[in-house]
């Protein structure tokens, strides 16, 4: 049976991954945690597609939206062309 984390212990985890995205691409917190709301495995496609560290962070978010309500439409392979 699985034990659900605690709320620090989920904290703290996101915390860990956004600290690891903003040191490896050098973003800024804000910038990690949108990127957070990309699948695990789609946020190294969805980071090339998109020239992410350029963006600010509304584009960012744009971008991050864009994809999840095309995924949600069934277009997963939906790609944003930055125009």
Sequence with gaps: MKKALSHPTRVRGLKS????IVTL???N???AFILLGVQE???AQFIA????ESMST??????????SHAVKE???LF???RI
């Design 49 to 52: 597609e998109m020239g992410i």
């Design 58 to 67: 509304r584009e960012l978010q744009k971008g991050v939206n864009d994809r």
């Design 79 to 81: 790609f944003i062309v």
């Design 29 to 31: 917190y804000t910038q």
């Design 74 to 76: 069934g277009n997963p």
């Design 17 to 20: 991954v956004s600290e690891f």
């Design 25 to 27: 691409l050098n973003l």
């Design 41 to 43: 495995e789609e946020r």
